[in-house]
């Protein structure tokens, strides 16, 4: 029940930011809701598809279907409060990517892949949602220019099995693991941290 | 054999549009090629790789190809001719939604999913060959902006689902589904029916 | 043993291709670590999504990850050498799409898919890595424009399955068809030999 909460507001944070990009692009409502719904599920979508887990649970759960199309009508309804809500939508958001990577940890567990693998599919599964909507949406991913987003997916999944070798209960290193994501975005965007530029010359830097 | 014969048709108006598509940016016929494929069978292929429908149906029956590669030919050689052809074109490409969409919705049924995600699973089968032709010649998709084109999917797998429900033969739901869309789409463009606008103030619509 | 080294090879100059188009587009060391992998491993991933053969290999074999990130890696230490080596990076990349264009087309026929349709699965192994990459950064993907890259591999599956009509062993027609891929791969580049335009009057051609 508490996780499937936080599912619950990661979905609605990312339909939220797909919502936001959409309008900066004029697109029509049908086309925020199709940008909302790729933002919310694509990176878990993309995931099923790569391990053939299908149908995809989209499509056997009708709850993210429901909640995307209620926050839809509620951003375009209340669109222009949406800017004083940005905080709040950081948090959710940064929540969201935090479950996202452990549940694409879990179903990589499950199906027996390497731990190295397993992270790599939690990062999908918390990034590849915002990936779809960019290209959707004519834009080079902003993942791959600026953000601090995969490494603390990265980081947090690392984290997750680094705790799982401990003799903890089995909640702790999940519980840890998302804490780890939050953090590291957390600092990254509170002092500026971005990934080490590579096209400038030593001296420059 | 009816059935079959208007899904050929739609085929056939998709790779068209495709063709169009990719004339207009210059494509090589390699490219044309590709586009008018993915425009013609990327929605069916989207919603089997959803579904876990694979190998998705153009792999295992060579009559999508030889249907795609016969029409490229032909479009290419009569390329001057085809702004003569635009109304026909029209009406197959309308023709070739509502099939499409009842043939996704054949497909989630046949599986159990709920009518909902049936009409969703409708809906990108006709939607989304068009969504990733736009996407590969690098245009934000033309179905987020302008078309009452989902709409028409949408109301046309509601009223099938409805209809389903009356003590009706089992072809009229789906014939009915058919002629809904048909019906939709032609109206919205004969009367210039767009869905609402969400970038004006109140007082502006 | 032989094939898995080409296929190595294969990988990381497919990878290199990645690098270079992601640094031209300016991406961050995580998005040309992205875009390196897509590259690598996208027209594969495409083709085993198609045929419903998951998990996607990568997921289930370390060494696609390891060649990658270790590819990767060396290109951004060593970038401002890659331009000297650009006619081997050419090489192996023709190499590559000769072998990932045997591969796609061994799956085919291990499923039982009609030649033709093999041959299709082979162009897509080898071709859609670099349309993914295209459309990740934004561009028109390249081989829809100039590149005679999807000829060679058609040219290549035909022969493929022309020489095994003959009563050779194993495995000569499989090299035999990387062979012709490679040929006229080299051909074209060496002569400039293009697709038909298809935009010009005939008396401008």
Known sequence: MFYFTIDILGIIAFSISGVMMAMDKKLDIFGVFIIAFVTAVGGGTL?????????????????????????????????SQLKYLRKSLFLFDTIGIGLYTMVGIQKGVAIGLHPIMCVGLGTIT??????????????????????????????????????EKLPLKDAYPYVGGIIIVITVRLLAVLFKITLPNIYKTPKEV
């Open 47 to 79: 995931r099923d598809i790569l391990i053939g887990s299908t149908p995809v649970i989209w499509l056997e759960d009708i709850v993210y279907l429901a909640t995307i199309l209620g926050t839809v009508f509620g951003a375009v309804i209340f669109r």
């Open 126 to 163: 918390a990034s590849f949602g915002g990936v779809i909507r960019d290209i959707l949406c004519n834009e080079i991913p902003v993942i791959f220019r600026k953000e601090v987003y995969a490494t603390a997916c990265i980081l947090g999944g690392i984290g997750y099995f680094l705790l």
